[in-house]
């Protein structure tokens, strides 16, 4: 989905961007409550962006934003129509998990953070964002029209990340005819909608374990100055790493030439680089 590599910079080891597919995080974990709300919002948000701009024929923009707004300009153009895309991503992403039966712990815990990702696409500064144009005589703003569009979806996935170091441990419990999740830890105050949540806690990242998709961090390239999770002290989960000398190839004394294009040499350049024990 969209945004999503770059959220996953500051992810464990094992969700970060690989060349190869890697399997899902484990489930009932929440790192798999974050790829259920991220992907539930990405989903929704390229519906959005699809409508606004011509490519489906059964939605199009929003056509509840008109008149004048508080501000004092013209609502017009084509606003984006996140409600069809919220919509669309419920009918299409919550299938699945309709199908086992809404009793499955499993089930409640997806369809729970699928609803946490749209709702805090929805509830980003949607209704603040704006795209305006200016009319009037000799480019005055004599006229403003505005119309509402999505952020970046970028901002989704810090707000979703935000939502991954705050998600609350939950289990099922039968209130009244129903079963439902509630924290695990009864001194936890209850999760709201746009808040994510898990079942399970998270294997150790540390080591490889294939069987729940975990590649581990060994081999890993680190960065030895670094004190966040891509620095050596973190990544290589205190085994130490090796340093090595190594020789990359890149371009360098580049130059436009007409007309057009550009020439480069090719130049080697000594690093030193550092992977994981």
Same mark, same amino acid.
């Given at each position: 989905s969209p945004g999503r590599t770059h959220t996953?910079?500051?992810?464990?080891?094992?969700?970060?961007?690989?060349?190869?597919?890697?399997?899902?995080?484990?489930?009932?974990?929440?790192e798999a409550a974050f790829v259920y709300a991220i992907s539930s919002a990405g989903v929704a948000f390229a519906v959005t962006r699809a409508c606004s701009s %011509?490519?489906? =024929?059964?939605?199009? $923009?929003? @056509?509840? +934003?008109?008149?004048?707004?508080p501000q004092g300009f013209q609502w017009s153009g084509c606003s984006d129509n996140i409600a069809y895309g919220v919509a669309f991503s419920q009918s299409f992403v919550d299938v699945r998990e309709r199908s086992k039966g809404a009793s499955s712990s499993r089930a409640l815990m997806?369809?729970?953070?699928?609803?946490?990702?749209r709702k805090v696409a929805w509830h980003l500064p949607y209704h603040a964002t704006t795209g305006c144009k200016c009319h009037g005589v000799s %480019?005055?703003? =004599?006229?403003?029209? $505005?119309? @509402?569009? +999505?952020?970046?979806?970028?901002?989704?996935?810090h707000a979703l990340k935000e939502k991954f170091d705050g998600a609350t441990e939950v289990e099922p419990r039968r209130v009244g005819s129903s079963r439902a999740l509630v924290p695990?830890?009864?001194?936890?105050?209850?999760?709201?909608d746009e808040d994510l949540v898990y079942l399970e806690p998270s294997p150790d990242f540390c080591e490889q374990d294939m069987r729940s998709g975990v590649l581990g961090t060994r081999g890993r390239t680190c960065n030895k100055t670094s004190k966040a999770i891509d620095g050596c002290e973190l990544l290589c989960c205190g085994r130490g790493f090796h340093t090595a000398q190594v020789e990359l190839a890149e371009r360098c004394s580049c130059k436009f030439h007409w007309c057009c294009f550009v020439k480069c040499r090719q130049c080697q350049r000594l690093v030193e680089l550092h992977t994981c024990r």
């Open positions: 996953a910079s500051g992810a464990p080891p094992s969700c970060r961007a690989s060349p190869r597919a890697l399997p899902l995080p484990p489930t009932g974990t929440r %011509g490519e489906l =024929e059964k939605c199009g $923009c929003d @056509r509840t +934003v008109h008149g004048v707004s997806n369809l729970h953070n699928n609803e946490a990702g %480019g005055s703003c =004599e006229v403003k029209t $505005c119309w @509402r569009a +999505v952020p970046p979806f970028r901002q989704v996935g695990r830890n009864a001194q936890f105050k209850p999760h709201t």
